[in-house]
């Protein structure tokens, strides 16, 4: 008799655990970013090599504290693909990253996808918005928008604890 209290005891104490794990995961940790106005969409110069704002509409994001591969953001601007490209660096290996499925504007898979059809370009948003992470924007022929944070070589580099490419800005002092 003990025996089955305890079995159904830890099969409570998992089934809550998990199902808390997976809230925490999903939803707990996100919030919504609030549109500040122009300068939430940035892309880097060929000119300048300094980020600059671009127009654009119907601004959705969702960050979270936890992690910085955590930001999506959806948009929408009028400027064209070429117009773009002219301007603004490119960027090369970017890759995604799932948002969670209450996100419903941002889809990994149809942004990947269109990435290598190439009905989709990206372009670096910010080098090393948070140190090792750079913000990658995703631009569609028709306009539509992604953002997403990537890791970079210097965020590789430096969490596997090997030296840095000389590239790299230093790194930022955590001890303070």
């Given amino acids: 008799m003990n025996g089955k209290i305890l ?7 998992a089934v809550v655990g998990g199902a808390g794990m997976y809230y925490l995961q999903v939803y707990g940790f996100y919030s919504e970013v609030q549109a500040a106005g122009i300068e939430d969409v940035q892309l880097t110069s060929v000119v300048t090599d300094m980020p600059e704002a671009i127009p654009h509409e119907g601004f959705e994001a969702i960050d979270a504290i936890s992690s910085p591969l955590r930001y999506r953001a959806c948009f929408t601007t009028p400027l064209s693909q070429a117009l773009l490209t002219e301007t603004y660096k490119l960027y090369d ?10 996100f419903e504007c941002f889809d990994a898979n149809v942004v990947g996808d269109a990435l290598e059809e190439e009905t989709a ?9 948070i140190y090792g992470f750079d913000r990658v924007v995703a631009v569609t ?3 539509r928008g992604y953002v997403w944070h990537q890791m970079n070589i210097c965020g590789e580099k ?7 490419p000389p590239e790299c800005p230093p790194q930022p002092d955590t001890t303070e």
């Fill in 7 to 13: 079995v159904i005891f830890l099969a409570l104490v």
């Fill in 93 to 102: 290996g970017a890759v995604p990253t799932v948002a969670p499925g209450w």
């Fill in 121 to 129: 370009i990206a372009f670096l948003g910010t080098a090393n918005v």
């Fill in 141 to 143: 022929e028709d306009g």
């Fill in 158 to 164: 430096a969490f596997d604890g090997d030296p840095l």
